[in-house]
């Protein structure tokens, strides 16, 4: 009874002690959570471009090909140019006859404006010939009241006035219709000027024929071949943007609050997990959409029965990489990371 006794004391005690050390580790590793935040089930992601062509026709030559590295402006595909070189050529000869009709407008302009000056100098002489035989008629009419002048003479100073007048109105129109004409060269180079802007146009479009990385990056999502017809506008592959690596990170609500964008964290990926990263704050995901929320006419669908435990939400965090190894990351790489609430970039404990 007494090595029994005994026994069971011991058996006890270990036991206590075991469950006080458990404990112990247990508030511990609670402690360093609440600390140093972390999650397993981050992911690896980075920007990235579609590149879609701006002109429509067959891709004729593809310079890239999967997970090829370009710079910045580097040629990645060209569209068949033929059929846009023939619009450039069509263009030009539109604005080069414009151009000749414009010069012999301009001659003509000339011809015109100088006939219009003819015209103006013959209104001034009519109109002055007029003023004179009016003058001439008031001093017949004067006389002829007085008796010094006979009813013929009278009739011989209105025939020229009448004369006059009627020159003066045949050079007033002709003057008129010399302006008129004048004014046509103004619309023929307002017509040059839309087939300049068309031939622009053409060049232009010409030049979308040879599509260059607006980034530099890497070329996913390649999935076609030389004679495939492009289409304005729809994405043909895509590029991974160099040095823009981040981790998002879902973390507990309770671990926000003493989080901020700028504080230092680490990042390790499973394709090599003995590596870790520094990395800082990005952002702090403000809002998420519950997977059973359903919306119903606008009015909010709400279940009857109730979970007896409280599942705390998770939101995402963006931890931008400070210096990533792009053999080891790729864009949705699994990925775990720990984050240290209040310091800084190089800082992490």
Same mark, same amino acid.
């Given at each position: 009874?007494?090595?029994?006794?005994? @026994?069971?004391?011991?058996?006890?005690?270990?036991? #206590?002690?075991?469950? *006080?050390?458990?404990?112990?580790?247990?508030?511990?590793?609670?402690? @360093?959570?609440?600390?140093?935040?972390?999650?397993?089930?981050?992911?690896?992601?980075?920007?990235?471009?579609?590149?879609?062509?701006?002109v429509?026709?067959?891709?004729?030559?593809?310079?890239?090909? @999967?997970?090829?590295?370009?710079?910045? #402006?580097?040629? *990645?595909?060209?569209?068949?140019?033929?059929?846009?070189?023939l619009a450039v050529a069509n263009a030009a000869a539109l604005e080069g006859a414009a151009l000749a009709q414009v010069q012999i407008e301009q001659r003509r302009d000339l011809q015109l404006r100088a006939l219009c000056a003819a015209a103006d100098a013959e209104v001034i002489g009519a109109r002055a010939v007029a003023v004179e035989r009016r003058a001439t008629l008031a001093r017949v009419t004067a006389m002829a009241d007085g008796g010094f002048a006979t009813a013929q003479e009278l009739d011989v100073a209105?025939?020229? *006035?009448?004369?006059?007048?009627?020159l003066l109105l045949a050079a007033e129109g002709?003057?008129?219709?010399?302006?008129?004409?004048?004014?046509?060269?103004?619309?023929?180079?307002? @017509?040059?000027?839309a087939l300049r802007a068309s031939l622009d146009?053409?060049?232009?479009?010409?030049?979308?024929?040879?599509?260059?990385?607006?980034?530099?990056?890497?070329?996913?999502? *390649?999935?076609?071949?030389?004679?495939?017809?492009?289409?304005? #506008?729809i994405p043909l592959f895509q590029l991974l943007v160099d040095d823009t690596w981040t981790v998002d990170a879902p973390l507990l609500e309770g671990h926000l609050k003493d989080l901020r964008v700028g504080d230092a964290a680490e990042v390790w990926?499973?394709?090599?997990?003995?590596?870790?990263?520094?990395?800082?704050?990005?952002s702090i995901?403000?809002?998420?959409?519950?997977?059973?929320?359903?919306?119903?006419? #606008?009015?909010?669908?709400?279940?009857?029965?109730?979970d007896w435990v409280r599942v705390a939400q998770r939101f995402p965090v963006r931890l931008r990489v400070i210096d990533p190894d792009p053999s080891l990351f790729r864009l949705g790489a699994s990925a775990s990371v720990i984050v240290h609430p209040g310091t800084g970039p190089g800082d992490a404990r």
């Open positions: 009874m007494t090595d029994s006794s005994s @026994q069971t004391s011991r058996a006890r005690i270990v036991t #206590g002690v075991t469950v *006080l050390f458990a404990g112990i580790a247990a508030f511990l590793a609670w402690r @360093q959570s609440m600390d140093a935040p972390g999650s397993d089930e981050a992911f690896v992601r980075a920007d990235t471009v579609a590149i879609a062509p701006r429509a026709g067959p891709i004729v030559d593809l310079r890239v090909r @999967q997970g090829s590295h370009v710079n910045a #402006g580097d040629t *990645l595909f060209m569209i068949d140019p033929r059929p846009f070189d209105r025939a020229a *006035l009448a004369s006059s007048e009627a002709a003057a008129e219709a010399a302006r008129a004409a004048v004014s046509e060269l103004s619309s023929v180079e307002a @017509q040059v000027m146009m053409a060049r232009l479009e010409r030049r979308f024929c040879e599509v260059t990385a607006p980034v530099s990056g890497t070329v996913i999502a *390649l999935d076609f071949a030389v004679g495939t017809h492009a289409m304005p #506008g990926v499973m394709t090599d997990p003995s590596r870790r990263f520094e990395c800082v704050v990005e995901g403000v809002g998420v959409r519950p997977t059973d929320e359903i919306n119903i006419g #606008g009015i909010p669908f709400v279940r009857r029965e109730l």
